[in-house]
Every structure is written in structure tokens, then in C-alpha cells.
């Protein structure tokens, strides 16, 4: 169970260890279990002790290589780099072997030795054309020692090298290999939620201008339309000049005319 969930869910992986510990305690399988689990939430000093357990148990040195890395990740490369050198590497298996590597590389590179690093990882195993389990891993850790060292046109060669060994995509070398290239990658999902993100904002700017619109149009309206009161009061103002000007001229009657002398 613990080997199923590790690179699914590695907190939950670390939960059903502890559960396997309280339980059986005393059996090697699950001590190595274990071990990987918290290696797996970089809890390097309780996975190294779950490795030593095991290892106590069963007296096998496969664990060397992964016992070496958690003394890396607790921050001493040299003790990391003494195990490199100790008599148990020569009992380890290729794969183990290789493994041993590619610890004593990184240990190399944490202490700054990048020259170091790059001829540790130079082995039968690099130059071979047949792919192995390890084979992409290999080389990938060997383009990232020769890139940290500014010796780009040979990491990309074996960037390109590591993503033809890489079938079941253990590593980003393709992704290395497209950044020196200059090739950049967009996001499709995170496009797509801005897009959902400007819609609503655009349509609410739209409605604010239909209503701003409705407004002005409001505004005009009003503007022209007259006063009925003022209209009534300029007709009627029309209707007495007219009336004057067309008021008839009433001439005197014969009886008021002055008497004649």
C-alpha cells in the first residue's frame, strides 16, 4: 500500500506507514517502507534511521545509495561522499551502482565541486548506447552537472540524449532541452480562465454604457420638450399681435363730427 501511494499522495503514504510501524515494527519490509515514505516527504533523518533498521534486519546493502541521499538531504555531503567510498559500493548491483553515482555527484555539487561532479558521472554506463532503467536518469544529471558549469552546447546534446532514453517520462528533459532552445510554453488552462475572468467584466462594462446611453438619451428628451404653460403663453401673446394688427379701423359716426361753422 505505502509503494502504491508514494508518488500519488506521498502525506498519505507517510500516514499508512505509521500505522504498518505500530503494527509490525519488526519486520524489515515494512522499516524499508517506511524509510521511502518519509524520504518521500523529505523527513530525511527518521528515513534514515527506518534504512538502518531494514538494513540491520536483512544485512543487505541495497539501501547504500538512498541511505547516502538522506545524509545529503540532512545537509552533509561529506558523510554523503564517504559511504561513495566505502566497501559496501562494490557489493551493490549495476542499477546500485549507478545509483551510488549519481548520489556522490549531487554531494559533489553541493559543496560546490561542479568539475568534480561532471567527471563522477563519466562512466561506462553514460557512454553506452544501450537504454537502461537508469539510463535516462544518468544522463539527464549529467546535462544539468554540464549546464550548472556553463557548458551549454553540451548539456543540450545530452539533454537531447536523456529525452530519446526517457520513455515513460521519468524526467523534464524535454522541457530543459525546449528552454535552451528558447521554446516558450503557455498555459492553455490559465488562458482559458482569464478568458473567463475579462467575460463578465466586459459585459459589465457594456451594461454600464447601455445605461449611460439610456441616460443621455433621457437627459435629451427632457431638454426638448417645451413647457406646456410657456407654450400656451407665447400662443397667446402670437394671438394678440395678430388681433392687433388686424383690428378693424372704426370710423366716427356723422353725429359726433365737429359742428360746422
Not at 528515513?47 to 547516502?68: C, H, I, S
Not at 554531494?107 to 554506463?125: K, N, Y
Not at 553514460?126 to 558549469?149: E, G, I, K
Not at 528533459?173 to 535552451?180: F, G, M, P, V
Request: with cysteine; aromatic share 4%.
Amino acid at each position: 500500500m505505502v509503494a502504491r501511494l508514494i508518488d500519488e499522495d506521498p502525506e498519505g503514504a507517510y500516514a499508512y506507514s505509521k500505522i504498518a510501524l505500530r503494527l509490525a515494527s519488526r519486520v524489515a519490509a515494512v522499516r524499508e517502507a517506511a524509510g521511502f515514505a518519509a524520504y518521500a516527504n523529505q523527513k530525511y533523518s527518521e528515513a534514515l534511521a527506518e534504512f538502518r533498521a531494514a538494513r540491520r534486519m536483512t544485512g543487505n546493502v541495497d539501501l547504500w545509495p538512498v541511505m547516502a541521499d538522506c545524509e545529503r538531504g540532512l545537509g552533509r555531503p561529506e558523510k554523503a561522499l564517504d559511504m561513495a567510498g566505502a566497501p559496501e559500493v562494490h557489493k551493490l548491483d549495476k542499477a546500485g551502482q549507478v545509483e551510488m553515482r549519481l548520489v556522490a555527484a549531487g554531494a559533489r555539487r553541493d559543496i560546490g565541486q561542479l568539475d568534480a561532479a561532471i567527471v563522477t558521472l563519466q562512466s561506462p554506463e553514460l557512454a553506452s548506447n544501450s537504454v537502461q532503467p537508469w539510463t535516462a536518469r544518468l544522463r539527464y544529471a549529467y546535462a544539468d552537472a554540464l549546464l550548472a558549469a556553463g557548458r551549454e552546447d553540451e548539456a543540450r546534446e545530452w539533454f537531447a540524449k536523456a529525452v530519446e532514453s526517457d520513455k515513460d517520462g521519468s524526467t523534464d528533459a524535454s522541457d530543459r532541452l525546449a528552454e535552451l532552445d528558447g521554446v516558450e510554453f503557455v498555459d492553455a488552462l490559465v488562458e482559458d480562465e482569464d478568458e473567463d475572468e475579462v467575460a463578465p467584466e466586459a459585459e459589465a462594462e457594456d451594461e454600464a454604457e447601455d445605461e449611460s446611453e439610456t441616460a443621455t438619451d433621457a437627459e435629451a428628451d427632457t431638454d426638448t420638450d417645451t413647457d406646456p404653460e410657456v407654450e400656451t403663453e407665447v400662443d397667446d401673446e402670437d394671438d394678440i399681435v395678430e388681433a392687433e394688427r388686424t383690428k378693424p379701423v372704426v370710423e366716427a359716426d356723422d353725429d359726433d363730427e365737429a359742428p360746422r361753422g
